[in-house]
């Protein structure tokens, strides 16, 4: 169990303790977890809906997590980038799903992280996800809290995400901007589209290096549609080299694309955390 102090000051006077907390990012699934994990002032909580007073201290402790039983935590090559009480990054690597998945035998990024906290057991919360062929940090949060506080963060555009690609051809302009929106090609495939009645997807590219009839792009993410990269480049007429979905294929070869970037304030400490690898 993870514990979390919150002290009342003079903006929040006169809130309810629910309205207080969620405030603070407490999302309302922890809410409704919290049953005998709230004290105030060293009290246990009685009633979420009493007032606030400026001075009040409120402890929030999380309940245990629930492991999911269906994953073998696995002990193996992990390359750790930072980690502190909060958040674990780590560089995933290509062919490497993020989630363990039915139907598939390879050992996981999940199955990984897993291992890494071996002997203690631990709940994977990746707060971005790569597709299996993709590489580059990936960022866990340790507990439910702290995931929320960062989803927070990506929803309001503050988690920055920069990637790498190889593509085929070479843009007209050096820096430009790609904004379509995406949706799913057919209800239970796994293709994407650009189509107008889509979810609003925006991707930035800038032009840094010619590779003859290929170039290498850097890209900032600032939506995180499944697949938009692959979706977006393809779309004006730029596919990332070898991508079989959505470009051409190329035998023995699969698709370069490394998120090698992350930026982030960290909810707790208010730093700027930069995460990268080459």
Do not use: W
């Not at 102090?5 to 990012?25: A, H, P, Q, T, W």
């Not at 309940?63 to 039983?69: A, C």
């Not at 792009?217 to 079989?244: E, F, M, N, W």
């Amino acid at each position: 169990m993870k514990e979390f102090e919150f002290i009342v000051n003079e903006k929040y006077c006169g809130y309810s303790i629910r309205d207080f907390l969620k405030s603070n990012g407490v999302s309302k699934e922890i809410l409704v977890k919290l049953k005998k994990g709230l004290f105030i002032n060293q009290k246990p909580l009685l009633n979420i809906n009493d007032k606030v007073e400026i001075g009040d201290k409120i402890k929030m402790v999380l309940p245990k997590d629930r492991v999911n039983p269906y994953i073998n935590a696995v002990k193996g090559d992990l390359q750790v980038l930072f980690e502190d009480e909060y958040f674990l990054a780590v560089n995933k690597k290509r062919g490497v799903l993020t989630h363990s998945s039915r139907g598939n035998s390879s050992i996981s990024l999940e199955e990984l992280v897993c291992g890494y906290f071996l002997p203690k057991e631990f709940t994977f919360r990746a707060v971005n996800r790569l597709d299996r062929d993709t590489e580059g940090v990936v960022l866990i949060a340790k507990d439910e809290y702290s995931a929320s506080l960062l989803a927070k963060e990506i929803a309001s555009g503050n988690f920055k995400k920069y990637y790498s690609a190889v593509v085929v051809g070479v843009p007209k302009k050096e820096h430009f901007y790609i904004d379509a929106p995406i949706k799913r090609e057919s209800p239970n495939g796994m293709r994407r589209v650009v189509s107008l009645d889509g979810k609003p997807a925006k991707t930035e590219c800038v032009l840094e290096e010619r590779l003859g009839e290929k170039s290498r792009l850097k890209i900032l993410l600032h939506t995180g549609r499944t697949h938009q990269i692959r979706v977006h480049l393809s779309h004006v007429g730029l596919p990332l080299y070898a991508d079989s979905l959505y470009g051409e294929r190329v035998d023995g070869e699969s698709y370069y694309l490394v998120a090698n970037c992350i930026e982030f304030t960290h909810p707790f400490t208010k730093e700027k955390v930069v995460i990268s690898v080459k």
